[in-house]
C-alpha cells in the first residue's frame, strides 16, 4: 500500500527565515501529489498540486513555492516566512487504480511562525 | 468551482447521543464525496467516501448517503463514544482529484 512520509512534525520558525518542507512517497509510481494548509479556524486550502516531475500548478497566490523534483517527492518552500504562514501543513497523493480512487495524507507538520 | 459547505461547530455531545453534520455542496459533473477525520495529535484520515448519487458510505459506525437532489452528504452515527472525539472535514473530488474541503466541525463527546 501507499505510505507518505512528511518531516518535520514540528517546526518553530522566525519570521523572515526560510522554509524546506518535504514529502516522500512510497508503494506507487506516478501519483498526483498536494500540499494542503489548515490555518487555525479554518478548513483545508490547497495550495499546490503536481501531476509529474516538474509539473506545479498553484490554487491561491502566496508566499510559498512547491517542487517536485522526482516522481515520489514533493518539497515546500519559502524564502522568507511571514506569521500568516503559520498552519498545519499536509502532503497528500492521490491514485487511481483497478480498486478505484484512492486517497493518501501524510501526518503533517505543525508550522509556527514568530 | 467546486465548494462545500460544513456545518459550524462545535458540537459537545453526551455519550450514546445521536451525532448529525450537515454537508452540502456544490460542483460540476459527478464528483466523489468524502468525510475525513482528525483524531487529537494525529494527521488526517478517510473516514468513509461515496462516489457516485445513493450510495451510502460506511465506517466505524458513521454513516453517510451521497444525495444529489439535496446536493447533501450529511453524516451521522447512531450512538457516539468519547473515542469520537475529533475534527470531521467534509470533502469533494472532482475528475482531477483536487480535493475541496469544508472548513471542519469539532467534535466533543463527553463521558
Known amino acids: 500500500s501507499q505510505t507518505i512520509h512528511q518531516w518535520p512534525a514540528t517546526l518553530v520558525q522566525p519570521v523572515g527565515s526560510p522554509l524546506s518542507l518535504e514529502c516522500t512517497v512510497e508503494?506507487?509510481?506516478?501519483?498526483?501529489l498536494y500540499w494542503y494548509r489548515q490555518a487555525a479556524g479554518r478548513g483545508l486550502q490547497l495550495l499546490f498540486y503536481?501531476?509529474?516531475?516538474?509539473?506545479i500548478s498553484s490554487e491561491v497566490p502566496q508566499n510559498l513555492s512547491a517542487s517536485r523534483p522526482q516522481d515520489r517527492q514533493f518539497i515546500l518552500s519559502s524564502k522568507k516566512l511571514l506569521l500568516s504562514d503559520s498552519g498545519f501543513y499536509l502532503c497528500a497523493s492521490a491514485l487511481r487504480d483497478r480498486g478505484g480512487e484512492k486517497l493518501f495524507f501524510g501526518s503533517g507538520t505543525q508550522l509556527s511562525v514568530l | 468551482g467546486n465548494s462545500v459547505t460544513q456545518m459550524e461547530g462545535p458540537v459537545t455531545l453526551s455519550e450514546e447521543a445521536f451525532l448529525t453534520i450537515n454537508c452540502t455542496y456544490t460542483a460540476t459533473g459527478y464528483p466523489s464525496l468524502f468525510w475525513y477525520v482528525q483524531y487529537p495529535g494525529e494527521g488526517l484520515q478517510l473516514l468513509l467516501k461515496?462516489?457516485?448519487?445513493?450510495d451510502k458510505g460506511s465506517n466505524k459506525g458513521f454513516e453517510a448517503t451521497y444525495r444529489k437532489e439535496t446536493t447533501s452528504f450529511h453524516l451521522e452515527k447512531g450512538s457516539v463514544q468519547v473515542s469520537d472525539s475529533a475534527v470531521y472535514f467534509c470533502a469533494l473530488s472532482g475528475d482531477d482529484y483536487k480535493l475541496s474541503f469544508g472548513a471542519g466541525t469539532t467534535v466533543t463527546v463527553r463521558a
Open positions: 503536481s501531476v509529474g516531475i516538474g509539473q
Open positions: 461515496a462516489t457516485k448519487a445513493d
Open positions: 508503494g506507487t509510481s506516478n501519483p498526483n
